[in-house]
Nanobody, 119 residues
Framework: QVQLVESGGGLVQTGGSLRLSCAAS????????MRWYRQAPGKQRDLVAT???????NYADSVKGRFTISRDNAKNTVYLQMNSLKPEDTAVYYC?????????????WGQGTQVTVSS
């Protein structure tokens, strides 16, 4: 199993920056990809950014150019650097890890960290 713990959320003004961290433990070697999701009140949970085991990254159009996902292998930690924050970025941000499984893959989730952007 994999355990994920997010940190780094908080309150920031429009245009500010935050850096989220997701520390992974357990069967870390089984992880194929790390992802950040977010869910605003009354809205669906949306994929924000992806970091694959091969080192490629992908971003939602809404955050492209403002957010950066990265990984520190030595610390088993993935980060989400968020710049030029907007009120619409306000949400609970969740870290997700995916690994192999049969007949379906294994998904692991953190508890989430609140990000609030004020205007």
């Amino acid at each position: 199993q994999v355990q994920l713990v997010e940190s780094g959320g908080g309150l920031v003004q429009t245009g500010g920056s935050l850096r989220l961290s997701c520390a992974a433990s357990g069967s870390v070697r089984s992880i194929n990809a790390m992802r950040w999701y977010r869910q605003a009140p009354g809205k669906q949970r949306d994929l924000v950014a992806t970091f694959t085991s091969g080192g490629s990254t992908n971003y939602a159009d809404s955050v492209k150019g403002r957010f950066t996902i990265s990984r520190d292998n030595a610390k088993n930690t993935v980060y989400l650097q968020m710049n030029s924050l907007k009120p619409e970025d306000t949400a609970v941000y969740y870290c997700n890890a995916r690994g192999p499984g049969w007949p379906k893959v294994n998904d692991y989730w953190g508890q989430g960290t609140q990000v609030t952007v004020s205007s």
